[in-house]
């Protein structure tokens, strides 16, 4: 070859392998990394113990949780039901690389197994999440470990049910170690209670009935048999939505009780008015029931919608009572002929005698001692005599009819001293559950906005 051309030829050489083009590009792969590492061969050692090169050294564990959904709040059992995201990450002594030594690589994930895991428990839960952990951690080139794990909680929480279905609730979720202390591993967080709080507001999907109010974190370290450990406890604050109790509970037991001051217009005579009130009294009973079903047994104080109930209730009661005392003072009227005040005798007299002279009228003792002298006189007779009875006749009806105008407008004493009786306690009874009523509305919002 002349020496021109291997000039031009060493010359192009050296352009494309400056320029990359001729250069073989390193192949790197995850697998360089573990061999770096020695994780084939070193797996299990670093699973099974903290990976910390000095015993004395806490291993530090940071937590971080987000409320994706509040999925059940249940008040017989006393248990909530979260959907949250927890995120942990800690420090491994026995981990690192250069990612410049191999492509840049600053990351891998690994099986869940073949790392030591903090042995973190939440003390509230009380049923295991049925769906699986996470199967995969990620390693970072300077000794981190980062796992992230998707969670449905069942877990124990003291409610306060006194202000339903006005109230509050906080339910706590309490991460801490089984069996390391304090100088073993220390748990902490780098997201504020505000902060937790935004980013739960901006993932969360549902709430069901609640409206998410807040989360709060702290840290604590307690006694526990002797072992002083690090937990974090995330305390998650809801308020619920009580439209559906409103319409379908409260209102209806009011409108029961707006039934029942309505009743007030039936008159007492019959039996109508003691059987509505006896229906509603019964509706009303019906409703406690349902509401049995909803709260639990043991409370410390009596929630307020029982006290509602309870006091509608006694007083729809005392209106029965009213009423069946009514019904007994009429009926102890009706059956006292000498109480009455009107012309009951009166009327039966008239009758009697309209009776006597319609039937068998007497003769007429000057008749019968001056004939008529003419037959005209004679045959006019009859017609006078039926002229005589028909006035008779309406001259009883008028004296019945206004006996019995009478006998209306003066009822008896026992009658009339039930009507001053209605009077008189359906005015207390408005009164009565008018305050109760804003009694009731003061309580209700005075806690609302405790």
Sequence with gaps: MPPTGSFFFFFFFFVLHFTGVVSPQRLCSYHEVLDHLNMSTRSSLYSMTRPVKDYRKPTVVLLEVILYA?????????????????????GNDHISWDPEEFCGIKSISLPTELLWKPDLTIEEMIEKDKAPPSPHLTIFS????????????LSTCKMNIYQFPFDRQSCNLTFKSVIHSVQELQLLHSLSSAEATKWSREVMRTQNEWLFLGMTVANRTVSVFGIRQNMIVYTISMKRRPVLYIINFLLPVL???????????????????????????????VMQLILNEILPCSSNKIPLIAIYCIGIFALMLLSLLETIFAMYLMEKDAGDPSSRQGGDGEADCVAEKTRSRCCVRPCDASADENPPEDGRLTESSPVEKLSDETRDLMRALVLLLDSRKEK????GYWTGLTLKINRIFYVIYIIAVSLFLAVMCFIWQRNHQD
């Design 408 to 411: 209306e407008a003066k009822p």
């Design 255 to 285: 409108f029961f009780l707006a039934l029942d001051l309505a009743s007030f217009f039936i008159s007492d005579s019959g039996g109508e008015k003691l059987s509505f009130k006896v229906t509603v009294l019964l509706a009303v009973t």
């Design 142 to 153: 300077d000794g981190n470990v980062h796992v992230q794990n998707d969670q449905v909680l």
């Design 70 to 90: 509040i999925l059940d709040v249940r008040e017989m059992d006393q248990t909530f039901v979260p959907y949250v995201w927890i995120f942990t990450s800690w």
